[in-house]
Every structure is written in C-alpha cells, then in structure tokens.
C-alpha cells in the first residue's frame, strides 16, 4: 500500500481477483511442496504489532537439522505422516534464534559453511513499503532454513545422461581444464 500507492480496498479487490487462480494453480501443487512457510500474525496480537509468527511445513523431517522443540519454537508432526511442522513465535529470545542458527549451520555441507561469513547479521531483514529496513527474529532462520534446502536439493539432484554422454560431458570439463564435478551416473 505505502510502495504503489492503494488503498486497502484495492489491495483487496486484487486480492479476491486472483483466488481462482491459486485454487486451479497453486493450491493444488501443495502436496507436492517441499517447504510451505506462512507468516501469521500471533493470536492475540494487534494490527500494529510488528511481530510476526512463521509455520514451515516441510516434507522432509527437520528433526535431524532442529533436534527438539525449545522456547519459542515448537517442533511437531504434520498431518501427514511424511509433515514435519516448525513454528516459530514472533516474540521468541533473539539468543533462542542464534541457538537454533547454529544448529541449520551445522547441518550445511562442508563446502558451504564459508557462507556463514558473508552477512550473519542481515538474516531476519527486510524492507517495508517505504524501503525501510527492520528486523524479525523468526524470519532469520527461515532465510537460513530456505538456502540449507536449496543447497541440499542441489546436492541430491540427479541428472538422467546415457553414460556415453556423461563420458563426454567428463571429458569435455577436462579438457576446458575445469574442476570435474562429483556426478554419479546412475
């Protein structure tokens, strides 16, 4: 509203313009969905409170990167049985959000790890309407939650080549003098 300008009226007519296309598009790929993170406004809060909760449903478990629940964060089974549910209050103890960062730190890939250098203090900022910059605990380690995914995904991609192919694709690298990746044919 502040950045283009609306009304809220305007924002809601747009809004309810375009829920047959998230019923016929998106809502249909969620049981697809590796991570679905929704922000919510806490029960009890205000419309001008600034905190903000986060549910993170992931398909993969985040019991081994999370370990147990602690104050501020609430780590349970989905309604599937494959759901891992994580929930993050908006009010949580920032030092809980550094606990729980170092823990997703651990968990990243070994050739990963120098990007805990590059900017810690800026997970958990972002920019309002009028472009100014705040801060939110939770959503610091959702950021992180996000790239450990990403990262990870990359990992575990496989890409389907006739082996003939995969051979020259070797070679290829080799010959370019560029590092050889670590693909495995399968």
């Not at 969620?30 to 806490?42: E, G, K, Q």
């Not at 003939?164 to 990746?181: C, D, K, L, Y």
Request: charged content about 30%; aromatic content about 6%; proline content about 4%.
């Amino acid at each position: 509203m502040a950045k283009r300008g609306y009304t809220r009226e305007q924002v809601m007519t747009e809004i309810a313009a375009r829920e047959p296309d998230v019923a016929a598009y998106i809502t249909p790929q969620r049981r697809f969905a590796d991570l679905i993170v929704r922000f919510y406004r806490p029960e009890g809060s205000g419309p001008g409170d600034e905190y903000l909760s986060v549910r993170i449903v992931e398909r993969a478990t985040l019991e081994g990167v999370l370990g147990d629940s602690c104050e501020g964060v609430c780590l349970r089974q989905g309604e599937d049985a494959d759901e891992t549910v994580l929930e993050i209050h908006g009010t949580i103890d920032p030092m809980a959000v550094r606990r729980l960062e170092d823990r997703i730190w651990e968990h990243f890939d070994a050739r990963h790890r120098h990007l805990r250098h590059l900017a810690p203090d800026q997970f958990g900022e972002f920019t309002d309407g009028v472009l100014r910059t705040h801060h939110t605990d939770p959503l610091a380690p959702v950021q992180l939650l996000l790239v450990h995914r990403i990262l990870s995904a990359q990992k575990s991609m496989l890409l389907k080549v006739r082996l003939n192919v995969h051979a020259q694709m070797i070679h290829a690298q080799r010959r370019r003098g560029e590092a050889v990746h670590d693909y495995t044919h399968v």
